[in-house]
């Protein structure tokens, strides 16, 4: 079992930038296939970029391509999601999710896909 938790989300004005990190329990995300997704109030939840297994690759939605990172730090066990240039179009509560065996690791994954969530964290972009 592997627990998730996301930090750093918060409220700041358009333009501005927030990152949020994703612990993990135990060593988990230099063998998995990990992402990042987003729900905002009425919406369904979206999938915002996908991180490879061992970081050799990444995938971004085109709504934050140029915008956002997905990284991790394996010696932290915490994969990172940097945003930049928010727009209020972004706020939204923000899900890391990993998947320790994957079968496939493309494009934005399903939500099915990943056994393991965290709890969310909460973004609010002003204009």
């Known amino acids: 079992q592997v627990q998730l938790v996301e930090s750093g989300g918060g409220s700041v004005q358009a333009g501005g930038s927030l990152r949020l990190p994703c612990a993990a329990s135990?060593?988990?995300?230099?063998?998995?296939?990990t992402g990042w997704f987003r729900q905002a109030p009425g919406k369904v939840r979206e999938g915002v970029a996908t991180?490879?297994?061992?970081?050799?690759?990444?995938y971004y939605a085109d709504s934050v391509k140029g915008r956002f990172t997905i990284s991790q730090d394996n010696a932290k066990n915490t994969l990172y999601l940097q945003m930049n240039s928010l727009k209020p179009e972004d706020t939204a509560m923000y899900y890391c999710a990993a998947n320790p065996w994957p079968l496939t690791c493309a494009g934005i994954v399903s939500i099915a896909s990943f056994p393991y969530w965290g709890q969310g964290t909460q973004v609010s972009v002003s204009s």
């Open positions: 135990r060593a988990t995300y230099s063998r998995s296939c």
């Open positions: 991180l490879y297994p061992g970081g050799t690759s990444t």
